[in-house]
């Protein structure tokens, strides 16, 4: 299987304000070097660089201008003297007005982001956009005939929405890609999250459309981040209703019950019959996770790649989370190798 990968993602590695304190973010440069370690001393395949998109692409599922603050976000706060990271401290919630854009970049912040877990830098930028566009090349490699191709990506996307950043996401690479190969032809595409948390970003990006079925696997949102959305009533909108499945599990969920969510969600894929599937692979579902609380093995992850094989579709992976970076390579390199030894 073809990886793509850019070293562009250690110029990105802020901080967050986690359960209070703030600290080095947990979605740091190591878990794409262990990933890509593990790809290599598995042979998976070869190793690609991102080709150069203009960002005209990324506004194909965000707000022009939400693409422009993420650019130019670093230099607006350091044009006010500041060198420290960039973090919002106040957000738009309940009857506050979030139909203007502020102007001073406090408010930006604020304006464009979900939570305090996304830190702009002086790298990130350059970072957001890298991940963007290896997705984006793995996405064209299947357009060009690949039947399945992993995009390395860090910083992830999937909490990203059309205007506001969040839990370590800026833009939606999975979102960006999924939208491409609608661009590049495909009538329908699948986008199935397997991450331990909710993927509200893509779900909201394509709430309202039936080009897109978005299906989420994940903590339920009663007692997990980000507890804002993906409960099993949210199933699409207008053009799109029917066509956003979410499958909430409790903690301590382990391969049994996991399996058996798969199993319904690819069936819904399998009904839905997509030209293409993007699957946003986290792997923080796995039970040694620090930052989340379900069970799985690392053997599981070569089951739950063998069960989306089954659905014998061009396949894109997109890689999302995955925390316990000791064990993150095997974790997410054993779907790939699940997905090769099940297809
Ligand atoms: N006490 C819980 C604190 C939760 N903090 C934020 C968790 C963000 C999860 C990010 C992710 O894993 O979903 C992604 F794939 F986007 F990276
Ligand atoms: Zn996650």
Not at 103 to 123: H, P, Q, R
Not at 164 to 174: I, P, S
Not at 242 to 261: C, D, I, K, V
């Amino acid at each position: 299987m073809l990886t793509i990968y850019s070293d562009a993602h250690h110029l990105h590695h802020g901080c967050e304000l986690k359960d209070g304190v703030l600290m080095p973010c947990f979605e740091q440069p190591g878990r794409a070097d262990t990933i890509l370690a593990r790809v290599r001393a598995t042979g998976l395949g070869p190793v690609a660089a991102p080709g150069e998109y203009d960002s005209v692409r990324y506004a194909r599922v965000h707000s022009p201008r939400y693409v422009r603050f993420l650019e130019r976000a670093w230099d607006e706060w350091t044009a006010i003297g500041r060198s420290h990271d960039a973090l919002p401290l106040i957000w738009p919630v309940r009857d506050l007005r979030g139909d203007i854009e502020p102007e001073f970049i406090d408010g930006k912040l604020g304006f464009y982001a979900m939570d305090a877990g996304v830190a702009i830098t002086a790298g990130t930028w350059k970072a957001a956009r890298a991940s963007a566009n290896v997705a984006l090349t793995g996405m064209d490699a299947l357009l060009a005939g690949e039947g399945s191709a992993f995009a390395l990506c860090r910083p992830p996307g999937h909490h990203a929405a059309a205007e506001y950043m969040g839990g370590y996401c800026y833009l939606n690479n999975a979102a960006i890609a999924a939208q491409s190969c609608l661009d590049g032809g495909a009538g329908k595409v699948a986008l199935l999250d397997v991450d331990y948390h909710h993927g509200n970003g893509g779900q909201s990006i394509f709430y309202q459309r039936d080009d897109v079925m978005f299906l989420s696997l994940h903590g339920d949102p009663k007692y997990s981040y980000p507890y804002f959305s993906g409960h099993r009533d949210e199933t699409g909108a207008g053009a799109g209703l029917g066509f956003n499945h979410n499958y909430p599990l409790p903690h301590g969920t382990g391969w049994p019950a996991y399996g058996e969510a798969l199993d319904h969600a690819c069936g819904q894929i399998a009904a839905y019959a997509p030209d293409a599937l993007v699957v946003s692979l986290g792997v923080d579902t796995f039970k040694d996770d620090p930052i989340s609380q379900f069970r799985l093995e690392s053997e599981d992850f070569l089951r739950l790649g063998a069960r989306i094989a089954k659905l014998d579709l061009p396949t894109l992976f997109v890689m999302e989370g995955g925390y316990m970076v000791d064990d993150i390579g095997i974790n997410a390199v054993n779907v790939l190798t699940g997905f090769q030894a099940g297809g």
